[in-house]
């Protein structure tokens, strides 16, 4: 990792180093008042990364709670139907609670005892990550707080049930468009005044250092597992990945094993939403339109926003894309080409979730169907002899309300 | 200029735009007439993450009325023209700074008469280039202290801070609060020992008998939320009178009451 420029070229002042910097982007831009506790997180997490009891305990539970390693699986029909590279899913909807999420926030929640802190807070978008927290809260018995966009409550109803029924107290955030974004402000509004008793569980690849980094590792697993299981059954690695980018949790999980692997196209695909227009998306590096970088929740990254600085608004179908900036990791991997950055607009989402559900008896969660629909667009135009990686970063349950809404099958 | 004349000194903020422009100009300029040493011209931001509802609310309605950088940057100068003395600090979280050019802005700023800047999520470790560009051109950068900052960091913050430094009350957002927190005092005192800069304390400072307390150990407080509320429930035709006496009255529970 580089320290070369950051925004405002961050040399170091007390500290003999600036960390959390995937080349110029990442940082630490926060109040004052959360520098101590990002020190002591900090330390905590290199410490925890270091004890071999940590890793056995989280390991242990990843199996055995949470479903670890997920298969993955060759989609033959899938692969029939498009006609062009062989299909693997990386199965992370089978995880307990429906999404990857959880491991992260097993991860986080097991360094937050640790840390002796027994209030946790978090925020979420699709309610996968609230349900995550509040499931493994549940399991250690910890008090849990998530914040959570009144439009994103609204569209994932369900998750909100399961958060309270597994003791989670949901706080609706209704400032500015009541989604992911807004919910982070709360969170970290709350964080800044409970912050020596509190730990935020944050649910994306996100945030002040070392959030990005510490997020990322915890998903690393999936990567990890999918080389060797492609080793297996194929004897060789993919010719290309594809993950949905919303923060970039389940993509740089999915992708980061590979990174060193250059024959093997990393393919992030965001949000874009009903058109290409600032507040239309949530695509941060669609190339007209898209994000500039910036500092939006305390980190340098690419950041939809107006001339004069201010956030846009943005859209999806998908809660969990539907955010303003991305992961600072993604930026790097974008701006040095080692990954490569496109969108699936809502109708091509919904498309996938039908194609998936119908050729693999698979509903996908709508995030997750982004990655499909460039699947669905990339493998007929690869060889037969390619193989292409998609990661199922979730299942489609939570969002059947909007399916119902957004899908006419009367027709088929 | 940044100075406090006489102890303790008043800083006051106003969200700039809210309820709108020349409103703010006529406030920022009732607030100097009766007292403010200092006005701190906040720029609105859509993610306002260190605010409470009542500034949240004013960068609302501020950014719906349009309120840019360079909008702020203008009454900056308008103010400067009709008030020499006055110290002026622009207040801003970064990305609109970022997005504008750091180096821009900070020419901007002190073409504007601005004599300091203060960046909400700015940190001294990340604050290099900041510091080199606010040198180069001779604004004052201010940076938050905090209750929970260790003594290295309040004497790295000490240190790169000039003009004054902005010690928080408190943990939290901004807001009102009845009463002013035990912290207050405490990271007063510890900053003191790696500075002879005034310190000014604010988050939650609202009432004349806060400033008064504050001036007990403090050089200056700093009213932000208390003025943005008045001005919320005040005719914009009215604001800047309201502005005025309400100032007044910070001033006079420190020598009278
Ligand atoms: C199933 C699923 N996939 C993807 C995402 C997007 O997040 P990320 O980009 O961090 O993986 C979410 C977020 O809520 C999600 O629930």
Known sequence: MSTTASIVSPAPLPASSVPGRF??????????????????????????????????????????????????????????????????????????????????????????????????????????????????????????????????????????????????????????????????????????????????????????????????????????ESKRQILEHEGRLPDAIVACVGGGSNAIGAFYEYIPDANVALIGVEAGGRGTGLGEHAARFQKIGGGIPGVLQGTYSYVLQDEAGQVATTHSVSAGLDYASVGPE??????????????????????????????????????????????????????????????????????IGIMTREMDLTGK | ??????????????????????????????????????????????????????????????????????????????????????GIILFSYLNPVVRFGMEKFAHAAKDAGA???????????????????MHEVGLAPVFLAAPTSPDERLKAIAENSQGFVYAISRLGTTGTRTELEADAEAVVRRLKQFTTLPIALGFGVSTPEHVKTVGGFADAAVVGSAIVGLVEKTDAADAAKAVGEFVKSLKGAEIGA
């Open chain 1, 330 to 399: 993604h930026a790097m991997l974008h701006d040095s080409g080692r990954a490569t950055y496109t969108s699936a607009t809502d109708a091509e989402a919904l498309d996938a979730v039908r194609v998936l559900s119908r050729t693999e008896g698979i509903i996908p969660a709508l995030e997750s169907a982004h990655a499909v629909a460039e699947a669905i667009k990339l493998a007929p135009k690869m060889g037969k002899d390619k193989i292409l990686m998609v990661n199922v970063s979730g299942r489609g349950d939570k969002d």
């Open chain 1, 23 to 224: 080349g110029k982007y990442g940082g630490r831009y926060v109040p004052e008042t959360l520098m101590a506790a990002l020190l002591e997180l900090d330390a905590a997490y290199a410490e925890a990364q270091a004890d071999a009891a940590f890793h056995a305990e989280l390991d242990g539970l990843l199996k055995e709670y949470v479903g670890r390693p997920t298969p993955l699986y060759f989609a033959k029909r899938l692969t029939e139907t498009l006609g062009g590279a062989k299909i693997y899913l990386k199965r992370e909807d089978l995880l307990h609670t429906g999404a990857h999420k959880i491991n992260n926030a097993l991860g986080q929640a097991l360094l937050a005892r640790r840390m002796g802190k027994q209030r946790i807070i978090a925020e979420t978008g699709a309610g996968q990550h609230g349900v995550a927290t509040a499931t493994v809260c549940a399991l250690f018995g910890m008090e849990c707080v998530v914040y959570m966009g009144e439009e994103d409550m609204r569209r994932q109803e369900l998750n909100v049930f399961r958060m309270r029924l597994l003791g989670a107290e949901v706080r609706g955030v209704a400032s500015g468009s009541a989604t992911l974004k807004d919910a982070i402000n709360e969170a970290m509004r709350d964080w800044v005044t409970n912050v020596r008793t509190t730990f935020y569980i944050l649910g994306s690849a996100l945030g002040s250092h070392p959030y990005p980094t510490m997020v990322r590792d915890f998903h690393r697993v999936i990567s990890k």
């Open chain 2, 115 to 133: 004599d300091g800047v203060l960046l909400t999520d700015m940190i001294v470790e990340e604050a290099a280039e900041y510091l080199k560009v």
């Open chain 2, 1 to 86: 200029m940044i100075e406090f004349k006489k102890k303790p000194g008043l800083v006051i903020y106003l969200t700039a735009g809210d309820p709108d422009l020349a409103t703010t100009l006529d406030m920022a300029l009732a607030a100097i007439d009766n007292g403010a040493d200092v006005i701190e011209l906040g720029v609105p931001f859509s993610d306002p993450l260190a605010d409470g509802p009542v500034i949240q609310r004013a960068s609302e309605r501020a950014l719906a009325k349009g309120t840019k950088l360079t909008d702020v940057l203008v009454i900056c100068k308008q103010l400067r023209a009709a008030r020499p003395q006055t």
